[in-house]
């Protein structure tokens, strides 16, 4: 993508109402666009790290054995009567009523509504187990949003629910998860350390929290060192993960912790994802039964399995930012590499970079090529901004000896190679 | 994907409620669940349908040079007020208030929202032509919400804005947008006549429906037959289209019909896209104004383009079905192929029609793979239903001889052959 093409509005100005990083680096990288409190308007820069995140996490829920539907963002408001709900959830559900005068309201979250799909065409241990997920906009109403997209109204979420004949089969699809969230984070570059948790307005005697590591957490955890170094491709690795001690703040007790204090680290965190087992809450009062090998009818057995998508993005900046911008982890970067021509007067170094864009193109890097007639500080300045992991500079080595300047976004380390050398190093 | 994993809660009786072919075709095969008037959950199965129809549009639009972004669904009603049409939308706007009292809405179209989010950041000619465009759901609340999708509340559309400094721009912008339609319905394997139309609650002064041909049409339409032999890859075809007649029944006269009789024809037809131009319409009481080469400050003139996503599943099956069920075209069929083994007690059979869906996987080709203990004759005709463009039946030659039979569904015609043959065939 050409820059002079790119709608990419950058902004000059530090923001005011942004008091933490990644507020503030999307507003001025212009990934997002402020609608309402809360609501936000996606540009092509976010929204290309959004599409990357759900990729990232629809791959792995598939590979889990997950089916993919689509729910939609109204519901009925009759079904979270049955579940004892409309009531409890409070004002953050926006509730509101059609033409018609129906109650309806913006789901804030959808076990009510997937329950009624699957007890609808679920009736036998056969057809079990199933795990049913999407990747859709809620809206909870809170009263005070803010931090940018870490705390909206209207944001995008992956849910999932699992259904089994029972518990022993609960407990099995709960660690599935389990699993998998660790592997997702994992792909995008994060460290999540998962936490026993409340299970507060879902309800339900199983929990726990992914925290990802990041100074402007709001949370504050105690967690084993090992969780930094575990290795997934090991097949044990879940038996040492949920060996491992972890716990926030309010309930870490330095006098009984099991672990002695030398392997033991403290940080803030960020909630980005959280899974709950919860067994018939939702199944009993909406009926959703299901008939056993030996003929029984029985409540089918739940867990849900939530991860915030759109906070996401902000989370992954809030992990990796230094004083010049954001530093995108490779997986979920909107770009790979940023082309600078740093001399746009020379017909010869234009030629050059154009080329480099056409090949890098050829090879499949996505690349955002800053073809405009802006100064080299400006573009240098504006791509360590927005943050792509590689930089490809073209300066007067490039025309005079074919060589191209490579700087590393993550860690501002420099390397001259020519084109060919930096796409291997790429795809290796 | 294995059919006796797969969610696909197919039906056995005909929907009672249901008045149309696609929208009883998609209840029986399972694609989408209704959760209230109008407002459905999509399975797995109408789920890649949507986003096959999905993925042809972004690559369309991308190569016409149009950006990505993605507004919220809810918006503020302030800026309706400003353009005027917060009252006189109509009942079909949801409106609501949030907690602190503020009114909101849940957007049935993003004219207002888009003007202000790139009033916010364009600012020049340099800036611009620029083609914005989402695909997110929108509401209007039908006062009698019929025909499945076709006719839903919430509903999926692909909807985008361009934005140019005079009219003769915004009319560029407008014939490569009709272009563009052209060839997104064409490649979902779908004849689309563009009808000139009223310009309705959007307001302007150009705009065009677009109508793909189905008998259980809402539209009565007369076109030239010279649109069936359109040939989209000579690059005069647009100086060919735009020549040729079309009109929707109540605008058209025979006496003064530019065209003979005999090359009419007649037809119903589903609108499937609208575009409009409507110049300063919303960017003067908005105030997206941008500055002219000789530094003038004029209104941007605008342009909208909508398709509606969610409802070209349904126009699709209504211009390809029989009374077996839905037969895709390739383009937007959820699988390719579906594997049927006839002989699920043959251990043989079994280990055959195994390795054909291995070698069908390896190739890249999307297979359901009917493994169950369903007879036959049902998953021949549950097949049939869900319309995928090529069966593969493992039957007693498979075993003997290695060959399978292939039935293309579209026209019902099989061959026999090895599998060799047949994966080179679909590559082909």
Redo the contacts between chains.
């Keep these: 993508m050409r820059l002079s ?3 990419l ?1 950058t902004q000059k100005e530090t923001p005011s109402d942004a008091q933490i990083a990644s507020h503030r680096l999307m507003l001025k990288a ?1 990934m997002v ?1 402020q ?3 809360g ?6 820069l976010g ?1 290309r790290v ?1 599409r990357k995140i759900e990729n990232i996490i629809n791959e792995e829920m598939d590979a889990a ?1 997950c ?10 408001a009759e079904l979270w009567q049955k579940s004892g709900r409309l009531d409890s959830y409070g ?1 953050e559900m ?3 009523k ?2 018609h005068d ?1 109650e ?1 309201l ?1 789901g804030p979250t959808n076990e009510e ?1 997937i329950t ?2 699957f007890s ?3 009736k036998s241990y056969r057809d079990i187990p ?1 795990n ?1 997920y999407q990747i859709q ?1 809620k ?1 909870r ?1 809170e ?1 005070r949003p803010r931090f940018g997209v870490m705390r909206g ?2 944001f995008l979420m992956k849910d999932a629910y699992s259904f089994d004949i029972d518990y022993e089969g609960a407990k099995k699809s709960y660690w599935r998860m389990y699993q998998t969230y660790l592997k997702i984070f994992k792909r995008m570059g994060l460290t999540a350390i998962p936490v026993r948790a409340d299970s507060g307005a879902i309800g339900g005697d199983m929990s726990h929290e992914f925290q990802i590591l990041a100074p402007a957490g709001e949370s504050s955890l105690y967690y084993e060192v090992a969780f930094e170094s575990l290795d997934f491709d090991d097949p044990n690795v879940m038996d040492e993960v949920v060996r491992l001690y972890a716990a926030v703040d309010e309930k870490h007790d330095p006098q009984s912790c099991p672990v002695p204090p030398h392997q033991l680290k403290q940080s803030k965190g960020i909630e980005v994802g959280h899974i709950f087992y919860f067994g018939s809450k939702y199944s009993e009062p909406l009926g959703a039964k299901v008939m056993t090998p030996s003929g029984q009818l029985v409540n089918v057995e739940m867990g849900s399995y939530g991860i915030g998508v759109s906070r996401l993005v902000g989370a992954i900046i809030e992990a990796n930012f230094d004083g010049e911008g954001i530093k995108w982890p490779d997986p979920v970067a909107p770009f790979q590499v940023g082309i600078v021509n740093a001399k746009t007067h020379d017909p010869k170094a234009v030629a050059f970079a154009d080329a480099v864009y056409e090949k890098l193109k050829e090879a499949g890097v996505e690349t955002l090529y800053d073809d405009t007639d802006e100064r080299p500080g400006a573009k240098f300045a504006n791509m360590d901004l927005i943050g792509l992991p590689w930089q490809v500079i073209v300066g007067a080595k490039a025309v005079e000896k074919g060589i191209i300047e490579i700087k590393r976004r993550s860690d501002g380390t420099r390397q001259e190679l020519d084109l060919t050398s930096f796409i291997n190093q790429l795809a290796a």
Excluded: C, N
């Design positions: 093409h790119f709608y509005p212009g666009y609608s309402s409190a609501i936000y308007t996606w540009l092509p929204l959004l054995g089916q993919e539907v689509l729910m939609p963002t109204i519901q009925s004002k926006l509730k509101f059609d033409r129906r309806l913006y509504l009624e799909v609808q065409h679920i199933k049913l906009w809206f109403d009263i109204r209207e």
